[in-house]
Every structure is written in structure tokens, then in C-alpha cells.
């Protein structure tokens, strides 16, 4: 079939526009002086009075000192109407039941009006505990003069289904019975609408037969309005239907919501020609009871989701005869169903008003329906001429125009053309708007994946942070971005990503990490590498142990000591192979700043889990740094696993030891090197005797002397 240029289409679609324009701005209009519409009329004294009342509570707590002035404000005494005013104006619930608690203390009697507004404030705040307990609390407080309504628990039971507890609202219509109160039509068709939200379509009919054989209450239009559409929505058409033929019997007439909604359960479930059937008894039935524009619709949408565009045509036709003004809506559908059936020939027609008067005024939906065929059939040249005349007439393109032309140039390959369009979206900051459909980030994935391989990621995370601010996500969209910036060598920005990303649950793979890990590690950040690592290990991967021994290594480089001990003992957790050199490190760091317990528990750890460390290094690096009663305890933790250090490296701590007046520790390493079978320098145990003599420490000095040969 041949395409109609778009070009026809553009001039009718802009005479429409400013022939709208013109019927809107030549409405005759009261305005103030400065253009805004005028304001009602001043609130009455009553109404003054409680707004202040309701000032003076919002913006103070609760107290005696509170009460106190409202006993000034409310002199000489409080009206009905002010209490009701007032009530309505305090932003707090909580606050509005102890101002409703206080004017009865103070002497005033509430009636049934301030019961139930306060009860529906409780309700609606949620605060659904306090809501019930007010309620069973009535009759106490008006000693029995304001007798229980159906009405306060038709609230009650309406307020839990909002919140999602059907099982309360249950709980509450059961309370109901038990207080010989009888439920009115009203009650059933609250308890109706909520248990078919959720699907509980066989309670309905069992409280539907103790609506009309216990209660005998009987069921209104807005009864079956809801059952009809109740079970339409849980895709029981049929038993909509029935319900739809039973109203002649419970001399109930339907209304045109009621041929609506079964016209609309009857489209969606296919069965389009009895919905049809069903709109020409609605129009036998006379004036009293005429489709409207949304049955039309309904159907045409129903004739177009069955790709039967000729009868939509003759619903639309049929639509404009019986002198209905078919809306945006009307045209959009039908324009689309065109479009689906490959019918552009026939979207002419009705854009220049051919099959009836009022022609179509042009919106963004329209526009996407066209966009979107164009783009489908491979034409972007008019997709674009599409495009162009929508900015000419003013019509704002949301989310859906950009995406649906920028997925199409992708496509084809056109990345100059989709950036430029990237381009103005952002400046437009078009995705942050409210209005329009929620932006999907899948359709950018193609442009993302464009900017990161040119190098360009910072440019297409500005457009991902504004589809996050929308609340949409999308994992593969963030695996680009962070591959991107570990590209371009931007670690940080890629580190941030990934941890957004973890937020929400999405698992990175491996090669996620271990790029973001080896780039940190080149940028000299091995914190933010460690801190990578433990997310690996989180999200289910296994790292390398050579990941584990590099990031160790920059962090003794660093002189992390506090990350080098954990990242020790993670990898011990993790049952990684340690390194002797780097454990050592590891442990000279700890003792380097100061962290002796910590250092001592990683060396404890490591023989535990059957690995050694360079402890004769380790002894003479604590002895070059003073710190001798730190190696005075390595060495005999050395000993006591049967690891016994050389001769010289002993002679050097006992010596240094003894210079230090430190004799009591010296000789106990002395005792525990001879029970090992190791001897000591001449030179180094006279020295030992001599600095226990001088430490007045004979017995000690003694047994030394002994031992001196010859």
C-alpha cells in the first residue's frame, strides 16, 4: 500500500491547532486585574476563628500551656461550626483528637458530625489503631447520646480496605453485626469493591447472598456497578454479565456507567461483537439512557485491539451521527488501530475531518502513534517531519517521542542524528517532567552504549541520573556506564555507579568488578579497590587470589593498617593463600601505628590457620623500633610454636633489653631459649647477670652465672 506523505497531514494538523486556539482565546472569561481568575469571598468569623485555633495547634506542641490559650481564644464559648472548621484545618491527626478530646473536657457536646470527621481524619492519616478505638468509644463518651451509625463503620471498614487490610475491614463489618447495627447497602458496596481488588471473588458472592437473605438490604446501581466491574477486572466476564442481567430483577436500572463498564470487561476479554450487541440495546432504550463518548471509545478500541479497523471506522461513523464530539482519546485509538492495520490512507481522511465535523486536535499522543509507525516502517525521514511539525505547533514531545526516534536512529546507525536529539533532551530535561508516560531506560541503552565506546560516559550518565530521579532503573544500562567510565579511566565515577546499583539489588558480573578493581588499583586508590573486593565477595563472586594478594600490596604501600588486617583476615576466611612476605608486612604496619593488639590477633590467626611469618625479620624490625617488650612477646609466641629464631637475633633483643632495664623480660626468654636447648654468647650472659644485679634481682642473676662456662 502506498504512504501519504506527511506533509498533507501537517497543514490539517496545524489548521486544527489554531482553529482551537482561536475557539479558547475568544471564550469569554472573568479576569482580575492582574489576569488571574478572581478569588471566592472572604471565610466567615466562624471560619477566621478556627483557622487561627488551628494555627496556634500546628505550630505548637501539645500542653497545658497550649490549653491555656485556646481557653482564652474560645471565650465565651465554641460553636458547632467552628469545632468542625477547626478540626479540618489541623494538619495532625493525632493533634486534631486532642483538641476533639479538649473541647469535651471543656464542656462541649459533639454530634454525629464531629464523630464521624474525626473518625474519617483518623482513617484517612492511616492511623487506623486509633481510628477503631475511637470508634468503640462513642458510646462512652456521649453516654449513649449519639447512638452508633453504620455510617462511622462504613468509614472504618472503607479506610482499612485503602490500606490494603481486607481482613480488618472484615473484622470491623463482623464488629458491626456483633453490636446489632445492620449494614446498609453502602457497607456492602465498600466490602465489595475491596475484597474484588484483591481478588476474593467467592467471598463476594457469599456476602452478596447475606446481603440480600439476612440483611434484605437491597442493592443499588453503585452495587452492581461494582460487581459488574469487580469481576470484569478478575477477568470473569461471564459472571459480570450475569450480574449485568440480574439488575431487571432486583428492579435496579443500569445507568451508562453500567453499560460502560460491561462494554469495556466484554472488549477486553474479545468479545467485542456481544459489547456491540450490548450498545445497541443501550441506544433502543431511548433518550433516558444514550451511549456517550466513552462507550464509542471503548468499542473502537475494542474493534481496533482485534485489528478489524473497518468496523472501528463504522463506531467512529456511527459515533459522529448520533452528534457526539469524539475526544483526544477517541482519535488517538483509532489512529493507532489505523496504524497497526498499516491504514495511513485512512488516518488522512480523519485528520482532515472527512468522516465528521470537529476534527481532531492534535496532542502528544497523537503524535507518538505516528512517530511510532513511521519508525516502525523503516520511514525516519517522515518520522522526523512528524517530529518537527509537532515543536511547530507546539506540542510538547515527552520521553516516549525522544526514545521511540533515538532507539530508530540507533538502529540504523544514525548516532550523529540520535545525539543531537540526546542533546536537546537533556537540555529540556524532558525526563524529569511528571507529565507523559514513565521513561523507560532500555530504549537509551543503545545511545549509552554509544557515548561509552567514544568515550563520552559522563555525557550519558547525566541523562541516566535524570531517568533514576524518575524512579527508573535498569541493570544492563548500569553495567555500561561503569565499563564506560573504567575505559575512560574514571574509577571513582564507575565505583559510585556500583554502589547505586548495589542499592538496588541488581547483581554486577564479575568482569564488572574485576576491571573497576585493576583500574583502582592503577589510580593508586586501593581503599575504594578493597572496598570493591568485599562487594564482589557480597554479590557471590570469586575473586583471584592474585586480586586479593595486589590490593594487600597497595594497601601496605599506603600503610592502611587498619585495611591491610582485615583484608588478612578476609582472606583467611575466604580460605585464600597468604603470602609470607606480605603477611609480615601486614603485621609490621600494625605494630608500625600503634595497633599492638590488633597485630598480635592477626599473627595469632595466621599460625592458627597453619601459616608462618618472617619472625626473626620481625623481631629485628620491633627492636629498631624501640618497641622491645612487643618483640619480647613475639619471640616467645615464636617459641612456643616450636619455631626458634637464630642466635644473633636473640643476643640482640636480650641485649637491647638489658640496656633498657628491662632484665625480668630478658632472663624469661633466656629460661625459655634453654629449655628449647639454645645458648646464648658468653658476651650476652654477662650482661644479663649484670642487669639482673642491677635490677636487684639476685636469685635470677645467680642461676645466669652458673651457667657462664668455665
Known sequence: MAI???????????????????????EPTTKTKNGKNPKPKSSSSKSKKARKIATIINTNPWSS???????????????????????????IPSKALYFFNWTQKMGFQHTHQSYL???????????????????LSIPRRCNGAVPLQDRYFNTLIQSYGKAGLFQESLKVFKVMKSLGISPSAVTFNSLFSILLKRGRTGMVYELFDEMLKT???????????????????????????????EMERHECEPDVITYNTIVDGLCRAGKVEIAHNVLKGMVKRGHQLSPNVVSYTTL??????????????DVFEEMIDRGLKPTSITYNTLVQGLCEAKRFDRIKEILEGTLGSGGLIPDT???????????????????????????????????????????????????????????????KEVLLRDDGCTPLIAAYNPMFEYFCKIGKTKKAEKIFRQLMRRGTQDPFAYELLIMGHCKEGTFNDAHKLLVLMLRRDYVPNIVIYESLIEGLLQKNDPKVAYDTLEKMLKSSHLPRSSTYHQILTELIKKNCASECASLVTLMLDNKVRQNINL?????????????????????????????????????AFLC?????????????????????????????????????????????????????GVQQPLECIEELGLALETEGRIKEAEFVKKRIPG
Open 300 to 313: 473502537v478500541r475494542g474493534y481496533c485491539e482485534k485489528q478489524e479497523v473497518e468496523r472501528a471506522l
Open 215 to 245: 440483611f434484605g438490604a437491597k442493592p443499588d446501581v453503585y452495587t452492581f456497578n461494582i460487581l459488574i466491574r469487580g469481576f470484569c477486572i478478575n477477568s470473569m466476564v461471564d459472571k459480570g454479565f450475569r450480574f449485568f442481567k
Open 4 to 26: 501519504v506523505p506527511f506533509s498533507s497531514v501537517t497543514a490539517i494538523l496545524r489548521y486544527r491547532y489554531f482553529s482551537t486556539l482561536v475557539q479558547i482565546f475568544s
Open 117 to 135: 470527621l474525626m473518625l474519617q481524619l483518623l482513617g484517612t492519616s492511616r492511623s487506623l489503631n486509633s481510628a477503631r478505638n475511637f470508634l
Open 365 to 427: 499522543c497523537t503524535f507518538n502513534t505516528l512517530i511510532t509507525y513511521h519508525c516502525n516502517v523503516g520511514n525516519l525521514d517522515e518520522a522526523v517531519k512528524v517530529f518537527e511539525n509537532m515543536l511547530y505547533l507546539k506540542v510538547k514531545p515527552d520521553s516516549a517521542t525522544y526514545s521511540i526516534l533515538i532507539r530508530s536512529f540507533c538502529q540504523k546507525g544514525y548516532f550523529d542524528r540520535a545525539e543531537k536529539l540526546f542533546d536537546d533532551l537533556m537540555k
Open 583 to 619: 603477611s609480615t608486612d601486614t603485621v609490621k604496619i600494625l605494630f608500625q601505628t600503634g595497633l599492638r593488639e590488633r597485630a598480635f590477633e592477626i599473627v595469632r590467626c595466621l599460625y592458627e590457620n597453619e601459616y608462618v611469618l618472617d619472625m626473626e625479620g620481625l623481631v
Open 65 to 91: 500551656h497550649l490549653e491555656s490559650s485556646l481557653s482564652s481564644l474560645t471565650q465565651p464559648s465554641l460553636s458547632h461550626t467552628t469545632v468542625l472548621h477547626t478540626l479540618r484545618f489541623i494538619k
Open 624 to 676: 629498631q623500633c624501640r618497641k622491645l617488650l612487643e618483640a619480647c612477646k613475639l619471640l616467645l609466641f615464636s617459641l612456643s610454636k616450636g619455631h626458634i629464631l637464630n642466635v644473633d637475633t636473640c643476643s640482640t633483643l636480650l641485649s637491647a633489653l638489658c640496656k633498657a632495664r628491662r632484665a625480668s623480660e630478658a632472663f624469661e626468654i633466656y629460661y625459655e631459649l634453654l629449655e628449647k
